[in-house]
């Protein structure tokens, strides 16, 4: 089976090779851009998930466990939660008054963590206090923020558990 390409049309030489180049060149520019949109795309889809570990540091253990949670949280008390671990500083999206968040940068040494107005009381400012400002000092420094992160999220689970079980 033979494919035949069409050919470049010029008078000269010169000619069909530039035509020929440009015609390259397009082709490159074409195949760039789809590659970088779709790179684009994968970033927004990712940074949408309710666990997203941009450092790549939470093993595959962890990251399940972290989604497991989320899942439990949205079946048992109708709470979202979403948890984004960033290289950089901690970029904050827009939440709804349902939504957990909880923003890690090892690196920057930042934490957010955002609760819902419901959940604040049931919580307690001291707890939430404490894990903006000191939980993770010591699990950035060793390195052991994913350890961390799965002991803070049972440590939610246990309080809101506990006060469910207390109002029945």
């Known amino acids: 089976m033979k494919i035949n ?6 008078k000269t030489v010169m000619e069909r090779t530039l035509r020929t180049l440009g015609m390259l060149l397009v082709f490159l520019v074409v195949i ?17 998930r309710s666990v997203w570990d941009e450092t790549g540091q939470l093993d595959k253990d962890e990251i399940s ?21 960033f ?26 963590v955002e609760f ?8 307690g400012a001291d707890f939430i206090e404490s894990v903006n400002n000191e ?17 803070l999220t049972t440590m939610i689970w246990s309080r809101l558990a506990a006060l469910e079980e207390s109002t029945q």
């Open 87 to 112: 290289k950089g500083d901690v970029e904050m999206p827009e939440l709804d008054s349902k939504t957990i968040y909880i923003g890690l940068s090892p690196a920057g040494r930042q934490v957010a």
């Open 135 to 151: 939980f993770f000092a010591e699990a950035f420094d060793t390195g052991q923020w994913g350890r961390e992160l799965q002991i």
């Open 5 to 10: 390409l069409p050919a470049p049309k010029g």
């Open 32 to 48: 760039w851009a789809f590659y970088k949109n779709n790179e684009n795309v994968l970033e927004r889809v990712q940074k949408n």
């Open 116 to 123: 819902p107005p419901l959940l604040r009381p049931a919580l």
């Open 65 to 85: 466990y972290l989604r497991d949670f989320v899942k439990s949280m949205r079946e048992r008390f109708g709470v979202a939660v979403k948890i984004q671990v």
